[in-house]
């Protein structure tokens, strides 16, 4: 596994320590307290990882959102990457990507009844959100793993099986941000965009390997994809329809790779050849006249009958373009990603986990406890004395 997925630029591995000792240096500031983390009267969940790169961040979030929506008065935070705001914004019906960023405008556009903000500063963001709304529930930040200035009560590693933290580098020769024991602050690990013919030993392999602590909680998640939708021409296709197809695949998203390779796995299991050209960009890519051409023209080229299959999150930024031609308006499609567990209970498992710790950690109780104790502030549990919630 090491061997087919990880590149270690070995020449860089010197700065890599220089880069090492700068991170170790300000988590030892967090962990003496010479740097505060921050805690709140309301229940915080935040997601993440510790490697540049995707890991399939969003549509975790979007797993949380729609398990907890229906019970929980749920917030999500970020930073907003690339927007062009400044400051808290709390998103609304008619914010746009320039407004928030294209991953909180595909969350505030799926699920417009959860409240969505962008902060850079994480904690003035949940003061905001905690003093316009006393009903809130839980905060899910978005991207905070690495943000140490909030304490949150709840902890998620995201790890991409395609290229597993316990075999990478620090940046510039790898992909960590981090050194490896910065896992060590999860309270779950999950690995994500497995392979959907994952075998038993595998997941044992890569449990073992992984070395969690006894209070951490690891489970393993796949990609599942929905009906596509057009972009312009709001149709809904089964995705097998489509397949029939010579497809161009649209991506502007870190790791286009298991997409790719789903759609090829997709076409052969109906006896197709794998017919898929890739317009791979950069993640967050804002398209300019020069790609719109060559989406244009790479399309016009390919031969009929053709397709073009897209993301949730490049979809925020390519509705607004101008300049596609109607060729390629008239076929693009936005294939929607939800994320599915894969060993037995775990789904069961982890909702537990997450529901018992909203509950215990309510803000009414919290600020009940805070009367009692004089201790108001700070009293969130923390996440290490979350794992007392039971799986049995």
């Known amino acids: 596994m090491e061997g087919d997925f990880i590149k270690i630029k070995e020449s860089l591995l010197p700065l890599s320590w220089i880069y090492g000792c700068g991170v170790r240096l300000r988590n030892f500031c967090f962990d003496v307290g010479i740097l505060k983390s921050h805690t709140f009267h309301v229940p915080i969940i935040a997601v993440g990882n510790i490697t540049v790169g995707g890991t399939g961040k969003t549509p975790h979030v979007e797993y949380l959102v729609r398990m907890l929506q229906k019970r929980f008065h749920v ?106 024991n910065g896992k060590n602050r999860a309270d779950i690990v999950i690995i994500t965009k497995c392979p959907k013919e994952l075998k038993p030993m595998e997941f044992r392999v890569i449990t073992k390997a992984m070395n969690l602590f006894p209070y951490q909680h690891l489970y393993f998640t796949t990609l599942e994809y929905g009906t596509p939708t057009g972009l312009f021409n709001k149709s809904q296709t089964p995705l097998s329809d489509l397949c029939v197809n010579n497809i161009l695949l649209l991506t502007g998203i870190a790791s286009p790779r298991q997409l790719k390779e789903d759609m090829e796995a997709l076409q052969k299991s109906y006896g197709l050849s794998t017919n898929i050209k890739s317009l791979a960009f950069s993640d967050h890519h804002a398209f300019r006249r020069k790609d719109i051409q060559l989406i244009n023209s790479t399309f016009e080229a390919m031969p ?89």
């Open 75 to 180: 917030a999500v935070l970020s930073r907003g990457y690339k927007r062009k705001t400044k400051g808290f914004v709390l998103a609304d019906r008619n914010s746009t990507t320039r407004d928030i960023g294209d991953e909180s405008f595909q969350i505030k556009t799926k699920y417009p009844d959860i409240s969505v903000a962008v902060d850079k500063k994480r904690v003035n963001g949940i003061q905001r959100l905690t003093d316009d709304d006393p009903n809130l529930d839980i905060i899910l930040l978005d991207d905070a793993f690495q943000h140490r200035y909030v304490k949150p009560g709840v902890n998620i590693l995201l790890v991409d099986y395609h290229r597993l933290i316990i075999y990478d580098k620090l940046l510039p020769a790898g992909r960590l941000r981090e050194p490896l």
């Open 304 to 392: 009929s009958p053709k397709v073009i299959i897209t993301t949730e999150k490049d979809a925020a930024r390519l509705a607004s373009i101008e300049g596609l031609s109607d060729e390629v308006r008239q076929n693009l499609y936005v294939l929607p990603v939800n994320i599915c567990f894969m060993q037995k209970d775990q789904e069961e498992k982890f909702n537990e986990f997450i529901v018992g710790y909203i509950l215990k950690n309510s803000r009414n109780s919290i600020l009940a406890k805070g009367k009692d104790d004089g201790k108001a502030h700070d009293t969130q549990q923390p996440a290490g004395k979350s794992k007392t919630i039971s799986f049995k």
